[in-house]
């Protein structure tokens, strides 16, 4: 009978990295794990995603400022929308098929009001946070 390699993991505890093994994890219990994992997704000891949905909201409303400049520059909309597609909506469909159903309503909100900030700006209609979860299960 062989034995798998464990999965190595990283996470970030009070500013050093350190790797974590799954039977290590096993062993101590889920407490030991804490935070970000080496894809930039972060889960807290309780298993909550509000950090991750807090980096992932602050990193698509600084990117939304780039399309109000481009906005600015009078590019056509198609242009535009690539930009949404490639910069922005890409932050929202990292990993959302992990963190989507575990997210509360609020956060979802969170990250609703910036895709719907960017169709106000674009003014054109975007697709959903739902619609971006239900495109990336398939």
């Not at 993991?9 to 990295?17: A, E, I, K, P, S």
């Not at 972060?42 to 807090?54: P, V």
């Not at 109000?68 to 098929?97: D, G, W």
């Not at 956060?107 to 946070?129: F, G, M, N, T, Y």
């Amino acid at each position: 009978m062989t034995h798998a390699r464990p999965f190595q993991g990283w996470y970030r505890d009070r500013d050093r990295l350190w790797t974590v093994s799954l039977w290590n994890l096993t062993k101590t219990g889920y407490g030991a794990l804490r935070a970000s994992l080496e894809t930039g997704t972060t889960i807290t000891k309780e298993l909550k995603w509000e950090q991750n949905i807090s980096s992932l909201t602050k990193k698509a409303q600084q990117r939304t400022y780039f399309l109000r400049q481009l906005k600015k520059f009078l590019l056509p909309v198609k242009m535009l929308v690539n930009f949404y597609t490639a910069i922005i909506e890409s932050i929202h469909t990292s990993s959302i098929t992990v963190w989507f159903a575990a997210a509360t309503a609020r956060d979802k909100a969170k990250l609703q009001r910036v895709i719907h900030s960017a169709e106000k700006v674009i003014r054109c209609s975007l697709p959903s946070l739902l619609e971006l979860e239900d495109s990336s299960r398939m």
